[in-house]
């Protein structure tokens, strides 16, 4: 979770054209996820697994995230939302981890 922290902070939009809005909507699905998890774990029962990542499939594919290809910009590629998306997926990874330890530890 460290490093999905430090590499999202890490690549912070510096100017307006750095940002990809879409982040600030998986960052909802994240902070909503996470309370759930956190929940779960109060009441000692297992996590729900698979959610964050449906959460992050949809918001990547229903805005622009996943769409890397950007013609107003020199070379064609969106360098924010490369780091965007490559931020958010790790996080889903780092979260899938936590979910899994969480689980052996309801186990």
Do not use: K, W, Y
């Not at 360098?79 to 530890?105: F, I, K, P, Q, Y």
């Amino acid at each position: 979770m460290g490093r999905a922290a430090a590499l999202v902070h890490g690549n912070l939009p510096r100017t307006p054209s750095d940002a990809a809005p879409e982040t600030a909507l998986f960052a909802a699905e994240v902070r909503d996820h996470l309370d759930r998890l956190a929940e779960a774990l109060a009441l000692d029962a297992p996590p729900r697994t698979g959610d964050l990542r449906a959460a992050f499939d949809r918001v990547a594919t229903d805005g622009r995230l996943a769409q890397l290809t950007d013609p107003t910009v020199p070379g064609g590629i969106s360098h924010a939302r490369s780091r965007a998306l490559t931020a958010c997926m790790h996080t889903v990874t780092s979260v899938e981890r936590l979910e899994r330890a969480a689980l052996g530890r309801a186990a």
